[in-house]
């Protein structure tokens, strides 16, 4: 059965750098997804992607995150300067259909 | 916008007995309803969803019913095993066209052999 891969599985980071989260979707998925969940709490949803652009974008992702499908395959979220804060769980999401989401494993973001 | 609310927060049951899951949410205009499970360091895994024109919908073990009058949707697992045990999150659609889902706090099941 197909799955959501991401990488890296763990990614340990300075406050101020660059991180890159990447997700490879389902092959025949069209509508991609961004949440993160911090530590014992709910999942929240960052951003969704569709055609090749930004659909919806919430209060969280602000200037310092960016998304992209550098090459029609990955899925890439970036967080350009990282703050303590942005330490939590960040899962892709993909699907066929707009509201259908198959999530992946996660990547554990540490911001020190 | 949407707001969804999950109870109970923590559920623990012996194993072989029934357990019940409820969300509310406030959009009467949201017409889906998934249900996802979480194991621990996993990500959420879709297990059953249900779409507003069905009142109910089963698939083994796992039933979802609706009560859109009453804004609300449960999830049930009957002969619980072990392996049920997990976070279950519900959710539903943020409103706008973005496709995104609102979540609830989610239900820590415990089954105890």
């Known amino acids: 059965e197909p799955e959501v891969t991401q990488t890296p599985s763990h990614q340990v980071t300075q406050m101020g750098q660059e991180v890159i989260l990447r997700c490879v979707p389902i092959?025949?998925?069209?509508?991609f997804y961004w949440y993160r969940q911090i530590l014992g709490q709910k999942v929240e949803f960052l951003v969704s992607?569709?055609?090749?652009?930004?659909?919806?974008k919430s209060e969280i992702f602000d200037d310092q995150f960016s998304v992209e499908r550098p090459d029609g395959s990955n899925f890439t979220l970036k967080i350009r300067s990282t703050k303590l804060e942005d330490s939590a769980m960040y899962f892709c999401?993909?699907?066929?259909?707009?509201?259908?989401?198959?999530f992946g494993p996660g990547t554990r973001l540490l911001v020190l | 916008g949407e707001n969804v609310e999950q109870h109970p927060s923590t559920l623990s049951v012996q194993e072989g007995d029934s357990a019940v899951i409820k969300c509310t949410y406030s959009d009467s205009a949201s017409n889906y309803f998934p249900w996802y499970k979480q194991e621990l360091g996993k990500g959420p895994q879709l297990i059953i969803d249900i779409r507003s024109n069905v009142g109910e919908k089963k698939d083994q073990r796992i039933a979802v019913t609706l009560n859109k009058t009453a804004k609300h949707f449960s999830l049930h697992i009957t002969e619980t095993q072990p392996e049920d045990s997990a976070v279950y999150f519900c959710?539903?659609?943020?409103?706008?066209?973005?496709?995104?889902?609102?979540f609830g706090q989610g239900t820590e099941l415990s089954v105890k052999p």
């Open positions: 999401a993909t699907g066929q259909a707009r509201e259908t989401q198959y």
């Open positions: 959710a539903a659609p943020g409103g706008n066209q973005g496709g995104k889902l609102i």
């Open positions: 092959s025949n998925h069209l509508y």
């Open positions: 992607f569709y055609n090749n652009e930004i659909s919806e």
